[in-house]
């Protein structure tokens, strides 16, 4: 098999690189920017705006593997043009190629395409691929941690403080960055879970309150932590403060605050990816730990 993927050079793409890598699948990689040379990678210099780079992209793949998405921006008008128009452009460029097979990394925050921006190009974004006429299927993965991960981070280095504030109570699903690679990859053979949209996660019941989660992280940590929960409206006021702070660089924005406050994150049963096809590996507590003990190597903390 020959993978077509997108977002190669972010951190679920990075991911994905590496577990193929470990399968021995080709892959055909979009990128930016010049890479170093990668065995088993072709690199292919472009981007979702780029029909031409698009169509080198999808030529002579089996399978197209979209990760490649917008998750924060402060203009809102750019989750139109990066989730939504550039997965029309190469949902056209899969089908001009030849790939019969989509698969179409989501989010969950799809599932109330009203709480945010975000969320709402999401949603826009899967009905084009569900009018594809295209062999795909859709994953929504919850929250994703693991290495390289800057927006979890954020969560761990509070509680190198001992404090990690927690939006409203609420209960959220989770996942690592490894798992979530694999359940792709074990997605892409052509009519696997055909026209599915699922929700994978690390098989969690219920998933996790938000400040229990918070109490892992802090446990990862070797820190006992305190999890206050902020109410809506002080997230909002913290949305813009961040936004004086960092700028266009701000992690906490208004869009991400109309998704943190819903109560209920929680990956649906019936929308498991089927066991025959992919079962998690890496448990919440565990790949925290291992999370942590990794920003500490690499010198983040």
């Known amino acids: 098999m020959t993978l077509a993927l997108t977002g190669a050079t972010g951190f679920v793409g990075q ?5 193929a890598a470990r399968q ?28 031409k780079s698009l169509a080198a992209l999808c030529e002579g793949a089996d ?15 750019e989750f139109e043009e990066a989730n939504v128009i550039g997965t029309r452009r190469l949902l056209h460029a899969a089908k001009s190629a030849g790939a019969e097979r989509f698969v179409f990394t ?8 009203s709480l945010s921006l975000y969320g709402a190009s999401k949603a826009n974004a899967e009905a084009f691929v569900e009018t594809s006429g295209l062999d795909f299927t859709i994953v929504r993965p919850p929250a994703v941690y693991g290495p390289r991960d800057k927006d979890m981070f954020e969560l761990f280095r509070s509680a190198k403080f001992g404090v990690v504030p927690v939006p409203p109570k609420g209960r ?15 997605l892409s053979p052509a009519r696997t879970a055909p026209g599915a ?8 019941p219920r998933g996790y309150e938000h400040g229990e989660l918070a109490r892992l992280i802090g446990r990862a940590m070797g820190k006992r932590v305190l999890a206050p929960h902020l109410p809506a409206a002080l997230l909002r006021i913290g949305a813009r403060a961040d936004r004086l702070l960092r700028g266009d660089d701000a992690k906490l924005t208004h869009d991400r605050v109309g998704y943190m406050v819903h109560d209920d994150w929680v990956c649906r049963e ?3 990816v089927p066991k025959d096809i992919w079962t998690p590996r890496i448990p919440g507590e565990e790949g925290l730990a291992a999370t942590a003990d990794w920003y500490k190597r690499e010198g983040w903390l």
């Open 15 to 19: 991911a994905v690189l590496d577990a």
């Open 63 to 77: 399978c197209v593997v979209h990760v490649a998405g917008l998750t924060n921006t402060p203009d809102p008008a």
């Open 197 to 204: 949209t699922l929700e994978p996660d690390d098989a969690q």
């Open 24 to 51: 021995g699948i080709a892959v055909r990689a979009l990128t930016r920017r010049t890479q170093a040379p990668r065995d088993g990678v072709t690199w292919v210099e472009g981007s979702l705006s780029d029909p």
């Open 270 to 272: 019936d929308r498991a």
């Open 106 to 113: 989501s989010s969950l925050s799809a599932r109330e395409p």
């Open 172 to 186: 959220t699903s989770i996942i690592h960055v490894d798992d979530l690679a694999e359940c792709l990859l074990a």
